[in-house]
């Protein structure tokens, strides 16, 4: 019961992680993020508000490796750290799910300015810079889309001439690989895979 000499608690804007860590999403610190948190909370995100095939949700941390692929592929010499940031493209969902991009236009600029407080936040935590060129973003963002094509049309229904419209082209990746991420995954095998690829992109 509130007592009547003191007000009631602000409304709270912030979350603990199994860490133990407590991450305030109005003004996050680097050093309240852990990986770990972010590959388990990734691993349970689902992409395409799991509207996917597949016996598990097709999740934001087994997407954000596809992403990586597709970056790989198209740009093989790149530097390992525009890797790890192409990772990191999508981990402010650990803390605030994966929104679909209709969605993101309703309700418009609020949410990227949490998004963009998070994502920044976890670049300094692991050693990125707050912000990235412009021509970094964009060869991410190219990678991005073209991973949302091959989930399109894989997962999420789409026809071919649909998902060109909306997404891009579609990156050609190697049969095996192709099969590989886009067959969704057990949480516990994303959240592995996830943080096994960071340690291999961080490592010094």
């Known amino acids: 019961m509130t007592s009547k000499t003191q007000p009631p608690p602000g409304p709270r804007a912030w979350q603990r992680m199994?860490?133990?860590?407590?991450?305030?999403?109005?003004?996050?610190?680097?050093?309240?993020?852990?990986?770990?948190?972010?590959?388990?909370?990734?691993?349970?995100?689902?992409?395409?508000?799991?509207?996917?095939?597949?016996?598990?949700?097709?999740?934001?941390?087994q997407h954000t490796l596809l992403v990586e692929a597709v970056l790989r592929l198209r740009a093989p010499r790149i530097d390992a750290r525009?890797?790890?940031?192409?990772?990191?493209?999508?981990?402010?969902?650990?803390?605030?799910?994966?929104?679909?991009?209709?969605?993101?236009?309703?309700?418009?600029?609020?949410?990227?300015?949490v998004e963009k407080r998070l994502l920044a936040a976890i670049h300094i935590r692991f050693g990125l810079p707050p912000g990235l060129p412009d021509e970094i973003t964009d060869l991410i963002k190219a990678a991005d889309l073209g991973a949302a094509h091959l989930e399109a049309t894989h997962l999420a229904g789409f026809g071919e001439r649909e998902a060109r419209k909306f997404f891009g082209p579609r990156p050609v990746l190697p049969p095996t690989t192709e099969r590989d991420y886009l067959t969704p995954w057990p949480a516990g095998k994303a959240e592995k895979r996830f943080l096994a690829r960071f340690h291999a992109l961080a490592a010094p």
């Open 18 to 61: 199994l860490s133990g860590r407590r991450l305030d999403l109005l003004d996050p610190s680097p050093l309240d993020i852990e990986i770990e948190d972010i590959a388990h909370g990734l691993a349970r995100v689902a992409r395409w508000n799991g509207q996917t095939e597949g016996a598990h949700i097709f999740s934001v941390a």
């Open 82 to 113: 525009v890797r790890l940031a192409t990772l990191l493209h999508d981990a402010p969902e650990y803390v605030i799910g994966d929104m679909i991009s209709p969605f993101k236009v309703v309700i418009g600029g609020s949410y990227k300015a």
